[in-house]
């Protein structure tokens, strides 16, 4: 059972444009949500998470927004960097600061000049 | 930021021995660790969650005698597979849950890749 789901594989997007990376999720009990990027062959890096209590949080160029009536958030890269090209990783989690990550599928972005 | 390594980076084995991949948070102390498995192109996925001191707790269809987790310090865990089989091969990675500055959160190795053959 998918707790954490990112229905898009790949995305294809131009340079300067804006990324929109989407991730729903089942459980009502997760309260905090992360967004990780990951290279082959590395370890995921932690981007920007969100607490249940906002719907918004903002850092630099990514943003991420938070529907919790829909259990939906989402990432916004804008604009857009060849370097971003990546698998991007939503990530939830239940109360508690320790508690286990649940991941989506992830999401391939390509980012062309 | 905290940094979380592990060792070795890759590792090629052959079926029937055991291989001990090693996870060490660097600048602060993880009174968790979890170790997740990814196949290509497919999701982390966690197998353990390891306490300091404690014994590892196991994700459903995880055999613990077979993917045997140790915990000693606050700083280091280890993941040994043992009797590792060609269905072992996979890419592992940790992640370490302390607090680092005025942050309490997970931060991940750089992986391992793993090849049985």
């Known amino acids: 059972d998918q707790q954490v789901k990112q229905n898009s594989p790949s995305l294809s997007v131009q340079e300067g444009r804006i990324s929109i990376l989407n991730c729903d999720y089942t459980?009502?009990?997760?309260?905090?949500f992360l967004w990780y990027k990951k290279y082959p062959a590395e370890g995921p890096t932690f981007l920007i998470s969100i607490s249940s209590i906002k719907d918004k949080n903002e850092d630099g160029r990514f943003t991420v927004f938070l529907n919790k009536s829909a259990k939906h958030l989402s990432l916004h890269i804008v604009p857009s960097q060849p370097g971003d090209s990546a698998v991007y990783f939503c990530?939830?989690?239940?109360?508690?600061?320790?508690?286990?990550?649940?991941f989506g599928t992830g999401t391939r972005l390509q980012v062309t000049l | 930021g905290a940094v979380v390594s592990q060792h070795p980076s890759w590792v090629i084995c052959k079926s029937g021995t055991s291989v001990k991949i090693e996870c060490r948070s660097l600048?602060?102390?993880?009174?968790?660790m979890f170790w997740y498995r990814q196949f290509p192109k497919q999701s982390l996925m966690l197998m353990a969650t390891s306490n300091e001191g404690s014994k590892a707790t196991y994700e459903q269809g995880v055999e613990k005698d077979k993917f045997l987790i140790n915990h000693a310090s606050l700083t280091l865990s280890t993941l040994t597979v043992t009797s590792a089989h060609p269905e072992d091969s996979s890419f592992y990675i940790c992640?370490?849950?302390?607090?680092?500055?005025?942050?309490?959160?997970?931060?991940f190795g750089p992986g391992t890749r793993l090849t049985v053959t």
């Open positions: 992640s370490a849950a302390g607090l680092a500055g005025i942050s309490y959160e997970q931060y």
């Open positions: 600048d602060f102390q993880a009174t968790t």
């Open positions: 990530a939830a989690r239940e109360s508690g600061t320790a508690s286990k990550l649940t």
């Open positions: 459980n009502s009990m997760f309260d905090y």
